[in-house]
């Protein structure tokens, strides 16, 4: 069993609190005109730097919006397009439920490569939230994971040691990022695996 000095466990959210489809957004498009959807979800995906500039705030939302109603075809007004792009998440209630236990001994982060569209109009509605200390948004550090800066304004705010993070995220080059500054590291695979991995390093009995 290791023996971890962790103070600060620091949770990804998209596809570990929370899990996302893309599906229903091509739905819901496709519900305004038969093909709407798949030709939107086609150019998203083909012009994928868009959707990152928006998450690192090098487009506000007037420039993302203009592009999104541009590859809706204009069948679509602004505040409807918003409801519909944010209407993705599910709870992982497995995980979520942890929380309030993980709480009572550890600060809790929030690190996230996410928007302002999708905090506002999609996540941010989950109780969960309520058990983190700190949400660090790649759309307010202007960064997003892997980059160095993202993981430095979590140290900026837990006042801690690189070595005293634990991170938690299902993509592996997002988790080697953290481990590059000191922190130790969980790639989320699944929910009976994360559990295991907590007991691993003591954090869970």
């Known amino acids: 069993m290791l023996i971890d000095k962790i103070k600060v466990i620091v949770f990804d959210l998209g596809n570990v609190l929370i899990y996302f489809d893309y599906g229903r957004l091509k739905f819901n498009l496709n519900k ?3 093909g709407l959807g ?7 995906y083909e012009n994928y730097h868009v959707h990152q500039q928006y998450e690192k705030w090098e ?5 993302f919006l203009k592009i999104m109603l541009e590859w809706c075809e204009n069948k679509i007004d602004a505040e409807a397009f918003k409801h519909i792009y944010a209407d993705l998440f599910t709870e992982n209630i497995e995980t979520t439920k942890l929380l ?6 550890y600060q809790l982060v929030l690190l996230s490569n996410t928007n302002f569209i ?5 996540w941010e509605q989950f109780s969960f939230l309520k058990y983190f ?16 800066k993202i993981y430095k304004a979590v140290e900026n705010f837990t006042n801690q ?3 005293y993070h634990l991170f938690i995220d299902d993509i592996e080059e997002y988790v080697y990022g953290a481990k590059k500054r000191g922190w130790k590291g969980i790639q989320f695979v699944a929910n009976e695996k994360l559990l295991s991995d907590l007991k691993s390093h003591s954090i869970l009995t």
């Open 32 to 34: 305004i005109e038969t």
């Open 38 to 44: 798949d030709r939107f979800i086609k150019k998203y």
């Open 59 to 63: 487009l506000n939302n007037d420039e």
């Open 100 to 105: 309030a236990k993980l709480k009572d001994n």
């Open 118 to 122: 999708h905090q506002k109009y999609g």
């Open 133 to 148: 200390d700190k949400f660090i948004l790649s759309h307010e550090v202007g960064a997003i994971k892997p980059e160095d």
């Open 161 to 163: 040691l690189p070595e």
